[in-house]
């Protein structure tokens, strides 16, 4: 009996780490309760990456960059890419696009 061909045996992927509400933090609660309301408001599924930025900006959150434009969406999404590839996520959930924010040098304004 031959082994398997290895190159066909198809990958594991990580699956996330779903927190539950009693670990999630008040920032985060507050980030999903706001993208809800916020997709509840407009009557949309789907966020684009410009309206999660609106959403952020909604709570007081500010780019690091220190501006919001253009390159602010370029470097979120190259953050959110980078995270997609290194974590085999297609589709990263809220809790996981907040703690890229995060460590990327979103902060709310005054808490420096």
Same mark, same amino acid.
């Given at each position: 009996?031959?082994?398997?061909?290895?190159?066909?045996?198809?990958?594991?992927?990580?699956?996330?780490?779903?927190?539950?509400?009693?670990?999630?933090?008040?920032?985060?609660?507050?980030?999903?309760? !706001?993208? #809800? =309301?916020? &997709? /509840?408001?407009?009557?949309?599924?789907?966020?684009?990456?410009?309206? +999660?930025?609106? %959403?952020?900006?909604?709570?007081?959150?500010?780019?690091?960059?220190?501006?919001?434009?253009?390159?602010?969406?370029?470097?979120?999404?190259? !953050?959110? #890419? =980078?995270? &997609? /590839?290194?974590?085999?996520?297609?589709?990263?959930?809220?809790?996981? +696009?907040?703690? %890229?924010?995060?460590?990327?040098?979103?902060?709310?304004?005054?808490?420096?």
């Amino acid at each position: 009996m031959t082994p398997p061909d290895s190159s066909k045996t198809p990958k594991k992927t990580l699956k996330p780490r779903v927190s539950k509400p009693d670990e999630m933090s008040g920032d985060l609660i507050e980030f999903i309760n !706001a993208i #809800d =309301e916020f &997709k /509840r408001r407009n009557m949309v599924a789907h966020l684009t990456l410009e309206r +999660v930025i609106d %959403v952020v900006h909604e709570l007081g959150y500010v780019c690091p960059l220190g501006k919001a434009d253009a390159d602010e969406i370029a470097y979120i999404s190259d !953050a959110v #890419d =980078e995270y &997609k /590839r290194s974590h085999q996520r297609l589709f990263p959930n809220w809790s996981e +696009v907040f703690e %890229v924010l995060r460590e990327i040098g979103y902060e709310r304004d005054g808490d420096e």
